[in-house]
């Protein structure tokens, strides 16, 4: 049986690990794009990190930013085509530690760009190494005895960045389930949609799973996001300009 698949993303197969949720991400990407219209003016940012691996599989164009460098890379391209709808695509490692200060300021400065981040609690390319949103108590390869205090707490982005001026709408999703992923895919139309109608900056943070990271089957993953991180990330809406 052959697959449907939006015209703006690649019919080739991917190399991210079993259960994970970029693919899924992908999807709801592509979806929005193509019910939007918009592909032929996309042009999306992939940095380090398994976000990086994204130009392989959309059929749009993109281009790749130094480790935590796409809002300034989008700010760049947005000011010089204004026309295009300008998408980062980041990891929590990307966006919220080394990229926490261009994220933090191009969204303060409220630059008509939209942030897809993908949440999922762990350096996933790199070993499963401890980053800003790892949770408390959380087991990984840098915090072998779970995470403390010590280390921080985990960095609630949209939370965070809904106290800005400048800051549009800012959505936290989850796919996990076939309820949640419908949910997250009305919510990246709607940032997208946001950024046509030049609204100001507009984020969607995703919690998905990542069962290497984590050491959990993917079922498993999928279910840990609904006993532990919806705990302290709650889904909703933290900003809407509307």
């Not at 976000?51 to 947005?78: C, L, N, Q, S």
Request: aromatic share 8%.
């Amino acid at each position: 049986m052959k697959t449907i698949l939006p015209e703006s993303i690649r019919r080739i197969s991917h190399i991210y690990c079993p259960g994970c949720g970029h693919g899924i991400i992908h999807r709801l990407m592509g979806e929005a794009i193509d019910e939007l219209g918009i592909v032929e003016k996309t042009i999306a940012i992939a940095p380090v990190g398994c976000a990086v691996f994204g130009y392989f599989y959309w059929h749009f164009d993109t281009t790749e930013a130094a480790h935590g460098r796409p809002p300034a890379v989008a700010t760049g391209i947005k000011r010089v085509l204004p026309d295009r709808i300008v998408i980062t695509y980041q990891g929590d490692g990307d966006l919220a530690a080394i990229g926490g200060n261009e994220m933090l300021h191009a969204a303060n400065r409220g630059e008509n760009i939209t942030v897809l981040f993908v949440n999922n609690a762990c350096y996933g390319m790199t070993g499963g190494q401890m980053a800003p949103t790892t949770l408390l108590k959380q087991v990984t390869t840098t915090t072998p005895k779970g995470r403390t205090n010590e280390d921080g707490y985990p960095l609630r982005v949209c939370e965070l960045l809904s106290t800005l001026g400048g800051v549009a709408y800012a959505e936290r999703v989850a796919v996990n389930t076939p309820a949640n992923i419908m949910k997250a895919r009305a919510a990246v139309k709607k940032a997208l949609q946001y950024q046509i109608d030049k609204k100001g900056f507009t984020i969607v943070e995703f919690l998905s799973m990542c069962p290497v990271g984590w050491g959990l089957a993917p079922v498993e993953s999928a279910e840990w996001i609904n006993k532990e991180m919806i705990k302290y990330f709650p889904l909703g809406v933290f900003k809407d300009t509307k």
